[in-house]
Structure formats: C-alpha cells, structure tokens
C-alpha cells in the first residue's frame, strides 16, 4: 500500500521541493463571520510525476484511455493490476490564513472548481504544514503558490480525479443499499474526530455502514487504538462523501477494504483516488454513484430506507444522505454526512426522532436550519460524532461549536447543560443530545438508538465493551 495510508504516526520525511496541490476543503464552512479559516490541499510530488511514465500528459488521449482501463472493474471485485499507486509521493497541505490573507477570498469558488496549483519551495514564501501520512503529525515548510500550469492541469485531473471511472448501475448500488434489511437500532460509533454510523440487526449488529470514519491528520490520536468494525453480517459502507474523516477507518481495520463501498462522484485529488485504489487493490469494490441518480428507496417490513444524493457545492454539500423511516412508529431518522440541512434533495421525514448533526456539530452555512424533533419526548436523540480536543488547523475552531448548538436549541431540540456552556462538549450534555466524546480527553463510546424509547447499551454478541477492543472496538455504550 502507498506509505500516505499506512498507518504510522511517527512517519517522518522531507518535505518535497515542488507539489501540484488541489484544493481540498477549508474549515469553517461558512466564513461570513470567521476571523480566520484553514485551506486544505492534496498535492504530488511534482518532480516525480513528471517523471513517471503512468503521467504523460503531452498525449491526452492516450492518458485517458491508459487510466480508463485502470479503473474499469473498479466496481467489480476482479483482480487487479499491480498497484499503480504504490509508489505515488502523495502529500496534504495545510495553512492557515487570516480574514483577507490568502486564498481567504477565494475559498468558495475553489470548492465549486477545485483547481490544481504549483507549490513550490522557498525559503520566503508560505508557511504550509504538510502531512506525509493521514496519520502522523505534519513537518512545516514554506512555498511559493502559483497556478499550475494549463498543458499540466488536464493530465492531473485524468489521474488523480474520476472523471474516467466508471459509474456502477442503479441495480448494484440498489442491491447495496438493500443490505439494510430490518434497520432496528441506529448505531453511532465512536470513532474519534469523524463519523462511522450503521443501521444494525435486531443482534445489534451493522447491515449497512453509513460511513466508516476515525481521526486522521491533526487528529489522528482521537481514535481508539486498535479500531475494529463488526462484519458479521457482510455489511456494505455508504460514504456520505469523500472527506478522510469518512473513510479512513478503513484504513485502521484490516477486514474493511474488501468490502462493497458505495461512493458519490465528486471532484477528488490524490489522496482520495488513492484511497480508492486501496479499496480495489484490497479486492473491495467502489460503486460510484453517479450524477444522474437521485436517489434509492429500499423497503423491508416496516422500514424504508433512502439514500439521496444532495445538491450543495463542494464536497460536504454534494454527497450522499441516509434517511430510515419506521411505519409501526411513524418515526424517522436522518444523517447528512457534513451536508448542510437545506442541501437535501428530498423533502425531510416529518417526525424525526434521531438526526445525527451534521459535520460534527460544526458551524454551517447560515441556510441550514435544522428541522423540527419529532417523536417522544425521552426517545429523541441528536447525535454529535467528534473527538475530544479535535482541532482544524491553526485556528481556534472546535467541533461541536457554541453556534451550532443554539441553532438546534432555538429549533426545539434539548441540549440540556451544552446550552449554557461557553464551549460545549467540555461536560456530558443530557437533554435530546448525545455525544460520542467530551472535551479535552473523554471518550464517552458509541451511542445505539431505537424506534421505540432508549436500549439497554447492553454488549453485542460481538462482545464490544468500550476501552476493550478484542474482536470488535465499536462498542455501543449509551443510548
Ligand atoms: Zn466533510
Ligand atoms: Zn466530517
């Protein structure tokens, strides 16, 4: 496997002479009122790349035809190639920057464009903290920003972007999505700064995975060590979309990456496809859904479970959402990945009994608004995912933030002791919210919810106790 997504946090390295870098994502979302933000990049070695006879970007058409047949049977578990990844030089950049510093500014047009720089070395330009591993703690260094050039772009996006794989049919990502077939608890796992949630058997037991996150880069030491999923029932993995915190967990189990992974098509830079490329080297397979497809209803007794593509910009605000809905009770439940409230594409279930919150419980854009609880008083359940003392950057911002919770306050839902609180998440919350941390170092384990009032967080057959991984780390220790 490519050394970016082993899993070492002492790796050390020399930060490289020259980069491409795409624009990843930026934190907070919303920078109306933020003082400062963190622009992300995945980058290359540029050096290498120009060497390497996989990057011949003087014959475009050849380059697309040559990764094309790369990644046909991406959906398909079939033997593979050797790993074309392997010895990619793959980096993620960080900086921090002031209101009006650079890129400030420019932050949201990238998410709608997300367009390839050269970075390279220089004793007098940008400090950028660069990561060589999604585990392991960055090595700062300075750089020179300028765009990439336009004979150079092209190629980058044919390899590193996936505009040549393949979309899977709506008949095989129906066939996933069916895995959910009694949906009767609701898990939420606690697996550091991200999120990894399922649907589980009336055995609490995962059928379909909604994300299979843990902690990586700046917060890698917030996930459990080691960190095991339970597979007994051969359960797919939906990604909500592409950010690491959303899938890296498949990095850390070693059953996870051969597995069916179904996946939204949005624009991706070097890490991801190579997170990809793990996957079908595994001998998993990557449903990519494609942009045509809306959405999937699967039924199965009195559940209805709907997955939906959103239709917000960037990576959050274009993936996928998960919504189950139980006749007998007339309840419903909603998780979002990081996307915001109102880039949903369908009309929300009334009734929504368990809503876990999106991004971590991070300030969103000022149109979210979060919708009405439904269900009993003492079964409704909004579930913040988040790592104790997880940070972003250089700045100031924690998930969840004080914002976010008076939003959902103001919305009716309960935040009990968070709503007083100057920085929540420093004590346990009660009222409607459940936490799968607190801040600065408590791990609080996942959380299980039902459609009828709170379970017994009682051990699953797997044996799961928190702070006691043997087969299987994701306990479900509150309710
Ligand atoms: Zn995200
Ligand atoms: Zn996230």
Not at 61 to 75: Q, R
Not at 126 to 146: E, I, K, R
Not at 415 to 434: K, L
């Amino acid at each position: 496997m490519n050394r970016f997504f082993d899993d070492k946090p002492d790796y050390r390295f020399e930060p490289p002479q020259a980069v491409f870098a795409r624009f990843e994502q930026s934190e907070p979302v919303d920078l109306r009122d933020a003082e400062d933000a963190v622009v992300a990049f995945e980058a290359v070695d540029a050096n290498w790349l120009l060497r390497w006879e996989r990057f011949d970007y003087k014959r475009p058409g050849a380059l697309e035809t040559h990764w094309a047949a790369y990644w046909k049977d991406l959906g398909r578990s079939s033997p593979v190639e050797s790993d074309a990844f392997a010895d990619i030089p793959i980096y993620r950049f960080e900086f921090t920057t002031p209101r009006g510093g650079p890129f400030f500014d420019e932050v949201e047009k990238f998410e709608t464009v997300p367009r390839w720089f050269l970075f390279i070395r220089d004793d007098h330009g940008l400090p950028m903290d660069v990561f060589g591993n999604l585990f392991a703690a960055p090595v700062t260094a300075q750089y020179n920003v300028s765009l990439a050039p336009d004979e150079v772009a092209p190629g980058l996006d044919t390899v590193f972007d996936m505009g040549v794989w393949p979309d899977a049919s709506e008949a095989d990502i129906r066939a996933a999505a069916s895995a959910a077939r009694s949906s009767d608890f609701l898990g939420v796992f606690d697996i550091g700064q991200g999120s990894a949630s399922a649907l589980l058997d009336g055995s609490r037991q995962p059928e379909l995975y909604f994300d299979l996150g843990c902690g990586v880069y700046r917060n890698a030491n917030t996930s459990p060590t080691p960190l095991r999923f339970c597979w007994t029932n051969r359960p797919p993995v939906v990604l909500s979309h592409w950010d690491a915190d959303h899938w890296a967990g498949g990095l850390k189990d070693p059953s996870a990456l051969p597995r069916t992974w179904v996946a939204p098509r949005q624009s991706i830079g070097p890490v991801h496809a190579g997170f990809a490329n793990s996957i079908v080297q595994a001998g998993g397979r990557v449903l990519i859904w494609g942009n045509a497809q809306q959405s999937v209803t699967t039924r199965s007794g009195p559940r209805q479970v709907t997955v939906s593509r959103c239709l917000g910009t960037g990576r959050n605000g274009s993936g996928l959402v998960l919504t189950a809905e139980d006749q007998r009770t007339n309840q419903s439940w909603l998780l979002t990945g990081d996307a915001g409230y109102h880039e949903l594409s369908i009309a929300l279930p009334s009734n929504l009994s368990a809503v876990v919150i999106p991004h971590h419980g991070a300030t969103m854009n000022h149109k979210s608004v979060p919708p009405a609880p439904g269900g009993s008083i003492g079964n409704r359940r909004l579930l913040y995912s988040f790592g104790s003392g997880n940070k972003h950057g250089r700045t100031a911002v924690q998930h969840p933030t004080a914002q976010a919770v008076a939003l959902h306050h103001s919305h009716g839902w309960n935040q009990g002791a968070w709503r007083a609180a100057t920085i929540p998440g420093n004590v346990v919350a009660g009222g409607d919210v459940v936490s799968t941390a607190t801040h600065p170092n408590g791990r609080l384990g996942g959380v299980i919810v039902s459609w009828i009032g709170p379970p017994n967080p009682s051990p699953t057959p797997c044996g799961a106790i928190l702070g006691q991984p043997q087969s299987c780390s994701i306990s479900l220790d509150q309710s």
